[in-house]
């Protein structure tokens, strides 16, 4: 059974760093998969922010290019998001996600591409 667990998250004052964790198990690391961070604020739809590919490739939404980062460690098979810069819009539910293949360009911050995901952990950014 595939499990994905967040943590790391808190509340922060502009300007602040967050880094979250999200460990996988259960999980096979065939040939092809992509994994992703969304978010979700109370009233809003979920939105992707980053993702990595299998082949190392990344995506990264525009509202967070510069100052988040996405990473992986396959050995501890754990997934990170380095937040940098938070800003009171940044405040959301942040939940990883894992999908078993390779989504198109224009698929990878579609929530319904991805079969697995966590519970989620909250960030909250003060001003």
């Known amino acids: 059974q595939v499990q994905l667990v967040e943590s790391g998250g808190g509340s922060v004052q502009a300007g602040g760093s967050l880094r979250l964790s999200c460990a996988l198990s259960?999980?096979?690391?065939?040939?092809?998969?992509?994994m992703a961070w969304f978010r979700q604020a109370p009233g809003k739809e979920r939105e992707g922010v980053v993702s990595?590919?299998?082949?190392?490739?990344?995506s990264v939404a525009d509202f967070v290019k510069g100052r988040f980062t996405i990473s992986q460690d396959n050995a501890k098979n754990t997934l990170y998001l380095q937040m940098n810069s938070l800003q009171p819009d940044d405040t959301a539910m942040y939940y990883c996600?894992?999908?078993?293949?390779?989504?198109?360009?224009?698929?990878?911050?579609?929530?319904?591409?991805?079969?697995?995901w966590g519970q989620g952990t909250q960030v909250t950014v003060s001003s």
């Open positions: 990595i590919d299998s082949d190392g490739s990344t």
């Open positions: 259960g999980f096979t690391y065939s040939n092809y998969y992509s």
């Open positions: 996600a894992a999908a078993v293949d390779l989504p198109l360009w224009f698929e990878v911050f579609v929530p319904s591409r991805y079969e697995y």
